[in-house]
Structures are given as C-alpha cells and as structure tokens.
C-alpha cells in the first residue's frame, strides 16, 4: 500500500450510523445530522450526494462506519460493503475509510463500528490519560486513552463484555430497558416489555429536550409534542394518561432519567476504577449528562462542546476523522 498524506484545504469527515449520518468538515465550518434509519430504507445516497453538494470544496471525505449492523443487513461485512459504496458512489472526490487499525487497513471488518476509535485517536494527541465519553442517541462509548494511546477493545461485543460499549443512548433507548419498574402512589409496578415509550419521551416531558431535539421516530408515530409524550409514558404501565394523571406519568418520566444516570456512573466509575483514570472527556448529544456523572464521581470534566462547540461535539466523531485525515496518512 502506497502511504500520502492528505494535503488538502479541506476534508469531510463522515460518521455513517444505523440511525443517523453525521458531517463536519475538517475546518469545523460545517456540521450536520441527519436522522437516517437504515433499517427503514432510508434514503443514505440521497443525503450523501445533498452534503456533496452543498460542499464543493472538500477535496476528500473521511468516513467512519457503525451503520453495519441495522438489521437490513444480514451480516457485517455485507453492511460495510454496502455503505462503502454508498459513499463512492455519492462522492466524487477520494474516499478514505478508517478502521480501528486506522486508515491503513486490510480487512474491510477492521471498519465495524469505528468511529470511536477515531475520535479516541485524535483526542490522545491532546488528553494523555483520561476517559474519552461520548452519547449518542442510541449507545454510550467509554474508551480508556492512557498515555495518549487507546486502550480498549476492538470490537463491540468485546467492547459489550469489558463495559465499553453501554448501549443505552439519551432518546432512542426503550424506557423498560432502563427502568424494569416504576414506583406510581406506592405501589411498585413493572413497565411493559414493549416498545411503548422511549427516553426522549421522558427528557421531553420533563423539559430537558425541546420538540426539536427530538431527533428520532417516536414508539407510536405520533407526535413530539409534550401531551404525546405524556401519553407514552402512561401506557408503558399499560393505562391511559387519564387514568393514572400527569403526576404519574411524570414520576415515570423522572425514574427513567434518574436510573440512566446512575447506570452511567456505575460504567465510568468501573472503567475509571480499572485504570486509575480521573478525568473524563465528554462528547455527544449527551454531554450534558456525562458531566453530571462525572461530577457525581468526583471526577474532572472536559466538554468538547466547550472546546470546539456544540455543534462539533454533537458530530465529533465526523470531526475526528476528518482532522485525522487532513494530518496523517493514508492508503490508496
């Protein structure tokens, strides 16, 4: 394989996930997120060929993968494929993929779910030790960079097992994942293991997210609106809103998002534990909460969002490949 850096005024970092599709620019001029369900045949090249346009400049584009795994898909290698092309095909600049042996990579599985190494790999050159944290709307990273070098496993079911990989995101996950059972007028009662509500749901009612922020389907394909929300988590205990109240609904609503924060803190607090860490770095659309886990730990707390922007943070995956690749080297 041929090594070239990538001398290029700009490059495009893309993070194609299962649910949605990320950009950043290596600039940091330019973000965004689009909600794509691959699982629902969402229309990837469509939006891919959108952000081209709309980015003339970009004299190549960076990619990370974790969308292999929706279930559209009937294996890995099949999903990794497919999104490749994807991409060659939207693109008509280079298109450079990095994997968890970075860009230079010789098995296309060495892509499966990389983003977080890259952004691990580009914040080892600025944070030597500490625990790179970043939630999504679906699952949480909690990657151990010691010495400026990443020190976690490869894969996400090696991931799963070391406590890495929690999947558990601020909206999308199902509320009877997080809270097996909620206590309403005294009386402890079990959620339904169904899809009837999910966190975005209970951060909504609550007023931790707008309407806006909403940036997933909802469990019914109603509305995003508080009284909708409401309605959902009622029915999680299978009642109507107005059989059980709004008080109910709400004290539904806070269990959820207590019980998230602790989870997150037992996963930081075992990775932190395990290899002497005190610091965390904080990423994603839920940073936010990070921050109060590790305050929680007594822990120090970098926000990315305070280093480069919300806007950066919300998409830094994107923007980690896309610097890696405008600084190192690559394989044509």
């Known amino acids: 394989m041929v090594q070239t850096a990538l001398a290029a005024s700009m490059i495009l970092g893309l993070d194609i996930g299962g649910a949605n599709t990320k950009a950043a620019s290596s600039d940091g001029l330019f973000t965004a997120s689009v909600y794509l369900p691959l699982w629902k045949g969402a229309p990837l090249e469509e939006a891919l060929c959108g952000i081209a346009r709309s980015q003339p400049q970009a004299e190549a584009v960076a990619v990370v993968i974790t969308g292999e795994l929706a279930d559209c898909f009937s294996c890995k290698r099949e999903g990794l494929e497919r999104l490749m092309g994807c991409v060659r095909r939207s693109f008509s600049v280079p298109a450079y993929f990095w994997g968890t042996g970075v860009f230079n990579w010789i098995d296309v599985l060495e892509l499966a779910a990389a983003n977080w190494a890259a952004s691990a790999a580009f914040l080892g050159q600025e944070e030597h030790d500490c625990l790179f944290v970043d939630m999504g709307s679906t699952t949480t990273d909690i990657i151990p960079i010691l010495s400026g070098r990443v020190a976690a496993a490869r894969t996400d079911f090696l991931r799963l097992a070391a406590g890495e990989l929690v999947y558990m995101g601020l909206l999308r996950t199902r509320l009877d994942a997080i809270l097996p059972a909620a206590r309403i007028g005294g009386r402890s009662v079990p959620l339904a293991p169904e899809l009837f509500s999910i966190m975005a749901d209970a951060r909504l009612a609550l007023g931790q997210i707008s309407e806006e922020s909403y940036s997933c389907d909802t469990a019914d394909g109603a509305g995003k609106d508080r009284q909708a929300a409401l309605r959902r988590l009622a029915r999680c205990v299978c009642a109507d809103l107005e059989e059980i109240g709004e008080r109910a609904a709400m004290a539904i609503a806070e269990q959820a998002c207590q019980r998230q924060k602790d989870i997150?803190?037992?996963?930081?607090?075992?990775?932190?534990?395990?290899?002497?860490?005190?610091?965390?770095?904080?990423?994603?659309?839920?940073?936010?909460?990070?921050?109060?886990?590790?305050?929680?730990?007594?822990?120090?707390?970098?926000?990315?969002?305070?280093?480069?922007?919300?806007?950066?943070?919300?998409?830094?995956?994107?923007?980690?490949?896309?610097?890696?690749?405008?600084?190192?080297?690559?394989?044509?």
């Open 264 to 332: 997150l803190v037992q996963a930081i607090a075992r990775q932190a534990e395990e290899h002497g860490l005190d610091k965390v770095v904080a990423a994603g659309t839920g940073e936010g909460l990070i921050a109060e886990a590790a305050a929680f730990l007594g822990m120090e707390c970098v926000r990315i969002s305070e280093r480069y922007g919300t806007r950066i943070s919300d998409v830094f995956p994107a923007y980690a490949v896309a610097r890696l690749g405008e600084m190192g080297a690559v394989n044509e």
